[in-house]
């Protein structure tokens, strides 16, 4: 597509439930990354993914949360037994891999909304 | 590590003010910075970037931001406020990965 691509666009669930969100990068795109934006904490880095490098997975915050990237191009997040402070508009952003001509802009998608009830 | 800090998370102008929202960085090495606007309920989306190239960078909308090392600052600004400059706005500079470090944003009130 055009755009990143993010679904769900909101997510509604239980404490303790399991949730995945995806992600749908840019065509031709081989960085990946996942943020998370809380009620006035700004973007808070999750992980990375660079072609088939092995991720940065230097942000993530717990050992519930988790991604993959099948085959190059789209992406899962996956938070195990969520928690109400996991409430949070999880962002996907794809870029052109460093060395064509990569400056380092990011290209957002729309997000999708967690609420952990 | 990189890092910006933003000063003020809320700033308010009059409808054709001067728009100043302002950025600090913090890098070891010469840094690569970049303002973005959000608006309600959307992604992200690029103002301007500083390469290293020119110090006054101009970007999208009317926005402006000059890179100044002695004060290690990338202020963003416009000389006339429109309302629909309504947003949040994020200052952010790549890590030492690939990965840009955000600020905690600014909201822009635009009032007539």
């Known amino acids: 597509g055009a755009g990143v691509s993010q679904s769900p666009s909101n997510k509604v669930t239980e404490k303790g439930k399991d949730v995945e969100l995806r992600c749908d990068p840019i065509?031709?795109?081989?960085?990946l990354y996942w943020y998370r934006q809380s009620l006035g904490q700004g973007l808070e880095f999750l992980i990375y993914f660079q072609g088939n490098s092995a991720p940065d997975k230097s942000g993530l915050p717990s050992d519930r949360f988790s991604a993959e990237r099948t085959g190059g191009s789209v992406s899962t997040l996956t938070i195990q037994r969520t928690q109400q402070e996991d409430s949070a508009v999880y962002l996907c952003?794809?870029?052109?891999?460093?060395?064509?001509?990569?400056?380092?802009?990011?290209?957002f998608g729309e997000g999708s909304r967690l609420t952990v009830l | 590590a990189q890092s910006v800090t933003q000063l003020g998370s809320h700033v308010s102008v009059s409808e054709g003010a001067l728009v100043l929202l302002r950025c600090n960085y913090s890098?070891?090495?010469?840094?690569?910075l970049f303002w973005y606007v959000q608006y309600p309920n959307q992604g992200l989306q690029l103002l301007l970037k500083y390469t290293s190239a020119a110090t006054l960078v101009k970007g999208i909308n009317g926005f402006e931001a000059e890179f100044k090392k002695s004060e290690t600052s990338f202020h963003l600004t416009k000389p006339s406020a429109h309302m629909s400059d309504a947003a949040e706005y994020f200052c952010a500079v790549r890590g030492s990965g690939y990965a840009l470090n955000f600020g905690k944003g600014t909201s822009l009130l635009v009032t007539p």
């Open positions: 065509s031709g795109h081989t960085a």
């Open positions: 952003a794809s870029s052109l891999r460093d060395g064509q001509s990569n400056t380092g802009e990011l290209f």
């Open positions: 890098s070891s090495v010469p840094p690569y």
